[in-house]
Each structure stands twice: as structure tokens, then as C-alpha cells.
């Protein structure tokens, strides 16, 4: 996944936008769901939470549906751009310990990735507003492109490939 600029507001509006309707959503159907078929199932007496549950679940796999079909459209650009963001820079950090290990070794690759991921990271950070990390980050950035400039490479954010990964 390639790198992109992000309009930080449209963004921020448009996710809170987001979020305020799946919540909505969830508490208006799980509700919804959860009335119906106690009207429909139950007796009336004893507990009702299994008829809850399951109008709870129902509402989370309609919202996750009506989601997973929107997702291209031109409002969720940047949502869903920054949730694949997200997606990958997990995908990085769960084998994080691997890749500096191999960063230590001289690996390429792993200067690579973790240029990617030091860049999507900042953006990410920037985007949410979380500066507490900031400075730690910007550390990590700068003694890997100290590292980067003495051994005369040229890595760009746009060499990273996921497929990177699997070698570690």
C-alpha cells in the first residue's frame, strides 16, 4: 500500500460522521432486533438475554455489511484509506522485533519497512492528533536515516511492498 495525502479535516469530519452512525445504528438495531424477538420468542418470563444478544449481533453483522459495501464510496476515501493504513502497520509491528533484528544485520529489506513504517506511522499520529509519541518516533526516523545515508542507499516510502514481509 502506497502512501497518501490525507485531508486532515475532511477526514476527522467525515470519520466522526462515521462513527456517530455505526453507533447509533448498533443501539437503534441491537435494541430493535433484541424487542422483536423477545415479542416474538419469549414467554415472558425469566431472562431475556439471549434474544439481546443475538439483536446485538444481528445489528453488528448489518452494520458490518452496509460498511464493507461503502467502502469504496467517495465519502469513505479517506476512512478507509486510513483503516488499511492501520491494517498494515499492525501487520508490521506484530513482526517488529524480526525486522529490527534484521535492520541490525544490514538487511535491506528490513530498512525498507521500517522507513515505511516509520513514514505511515507519522502520518497516522498527525491525522489523530496523538502527539505524545511524536518525538520518539521522529528519533527512530532520524537514526534510521542515519543509518540509511551511511551505507549511500537510496529507500524511498513507495519501495515498500507487503510481500516484504514475509521474509521475516
Do not use: P
Not at 446485538?56 to 460498511?67: E, F, H, P, R, T
Amino acid at each position: 500500500m502506497k502512501l497518501q495525502d490525507v485531508n486532515k479535516a475532511r477526514y476527522r469530519k467525515h470519520l466522526n460522521i462515521v462513527i456517530a452512525a455505526l453507533i447509533i445504528s448498533l443501539m437503534v438495531l441491537g435494541v430493535g432486533f433484541g424487542q422483536v424477538l423477545i415479542a416474538l420468542l419469549s414467554d415472558g418470563q425469566g431472562s431475556h438475554f439471549i434474544y439481546n444478544i443475538t439483536g446485538v449481533i444481528a445489528a453488528a453483522l448489518i452494520c458490518g455489511k452496509v460498511v464493507h459495501s461503502v467502502k469504496g464510496h467517495d465519502f469513505m476515501v479517506e476512512v478507509y484509506y486510513v483503516w488499511q493504513l492501520k491494517q498494515g502497520l499492525n501487520a508490521i509491528y506484530r513482526k517488529l522485533k524480526k525486522i529490527e533484528a534484521a535492520r541490525d544485520e544490514g538487511d535491506i529489506n528490513a530498512l525498507i519497512v521500517l522507513n515505511y513504517y516509520y513514514s505511515g506511522s507519522e502520518q497516522l499520529l498527525n491525522l489523530d492528533d496523538n502527539t505524545i509519541t511524536m518525538d520518539s518516533l521522529n528519533k527512530n526516523k532520524d537514526t534510521l536515516q542515519s543509518l540509511i545515508a551511511s551505507k549511500n542507499l537510496n529507500v524511498s516510502v513507495d519501495d515498500y511492498s507487503a510481500d516484504l514481509l514475509a521474509g521475516f
